[in-house]
């Protein structure tokens, strides 16, 4: 423990609380990614030495393993984790999903909602899963439409389902903070699988309850 930390404790704590360390910069989370922030830092002409900066590549080690989780979750064993026979014939909804990825080709993020819908086929599955399902593969460099593409077929092959859509409407924060600057533009991607690929009422259904 250094004489600053020893010198803080004693005046927080009144004794030299060795669990205590107010400060942290020996923490080594993951060494090659905090050295590649480190590079970047000094790069953009940062000073990674600077107060504010010294566990940044840390925590941005940290922040890129949250956001690119989803590269190490299934799809298949959320879903089989919570599928439940039930007889239920009509359409189900989970609308207005949150989700949060990233762009491969600028590694900013995009985010926005997902709307899914599924006609069950003797089956169902928890409806968080479906929220999950979202996240596993919006927790990876993406592209919008192949994002959409990606939660529309894990359903359909994992539930069995007679038929599966996905609408996801998201700002791309590379057409935002950069580049051409649109700041209102939204994205809309769609993947229709089953009845409401083949039949258009099915479709206009689950469009009219993702609009109200
Ligand atoms: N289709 C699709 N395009 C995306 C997505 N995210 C980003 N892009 C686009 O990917 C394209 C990459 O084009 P490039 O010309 O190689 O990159 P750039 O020079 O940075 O392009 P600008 O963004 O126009 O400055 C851009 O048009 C982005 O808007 C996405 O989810 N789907
Ligand atoms: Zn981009």
Redo the contacts with the bound molecule.
Sequence with gaps: MSDKSKLFNLLAHGHYASSFEPEHDEEVYDPKKEALVRSMLTEIGEDPDREGLRRTPLRVAKAMDFLTSGYTLSAEDIIKGAVFEEEVKEMVIVRDIEFYSM?E??MLP?FGHAHVGYLPNGRVVGLSKVARVVDVFARRL????RLTNQVADALMEHLDAHGVAVVMEAS?T??MM???QKQSST?VSSAMRGAFQDDPRTRSEFMAFIKN
């Design positions: 762009c080709h600028h995009f993406q592209v919008q439409e791309h590379c057409m950069r580049g051409v994205t």
